[in-house]
């Protein structure tokens, strides 16, 4: 069977949040804050498969969704980020827009190409702390992944 034509959803992964966390120890008066930041988002990339030459591959996997970033912790530990997605497809594959019709990517010989880029982290309240503001009690949140 020969698919040459396919609808499919991608998604990227949306950022961590950031963390609102104090030091606190026995012999530490004061700690101060240190909220780590939250991990980035995966991305999705389109990669050329030089072994194929048809589309059979989407025929029943046609979601792809890239993993989140893991929110950040106490101790300023930085969150997790998100694994890429990589996409196979054969030479030549054209890439559309489908709501506008418009060719996003000619996929003819050319390097790996991101299609939706992942979420941004956000920061830990450690970032938020001045001379004025010593206990930030906020963090930022993590930004939204991408999708088509």
Same mark, same amino acid.
């Given at each position: 069977m020969f698919i040459d034509k396919v609808k *499919? $959803? @991608?998604k990227a992964g949306n950022g961590g949040n950031g963390c609102v966390s104090f030091r606190r120890e026995k012999y530490v008066a004061k700690g101060g804050p240190d909220g780590g930041d939250g991990g980035h988002g995966g991305n999705v990339i389109f990669t050329i498969d030089k072994?194929?030459? +048809?589309?059979?591959?989407?025929? $029943?996997k046609r979601k792809f969704v890239a993993e989140n970033g893991s929110d950040g912790g106490g101790a300023k530990f930085h969150g997790k980020n998100g694994e890429d997605i990589? /996409?196979? @497809? &054969? =030479?030549? +594959? /054209?890439?559309?827009? =489908?709501a506008s019709g418009k060719i996003l990517k000619d996929m003819?010989?050319?390097e790996d190409w991101i299609c939706a880029k992942g979420g941004r982290g956000g920061w830990g309240n450690k970032h938020f702390a001045t001379p004025t503001r010593q *206990? &930030?009690?906020f963090a930022k949140s993590g930004t939204k992944g991408q999708e088509w």
């Open positions: *499919i $959803y @991608v072994g194929t030459n +048809t589309l059979l591959a989407f025929r $029943y990589i /996409i196979k @497809v &054969p =030479e030549g +594959t /054209i890439i559309r827009d =489908e003819s010989g050319c *206990i &930030p009690m």
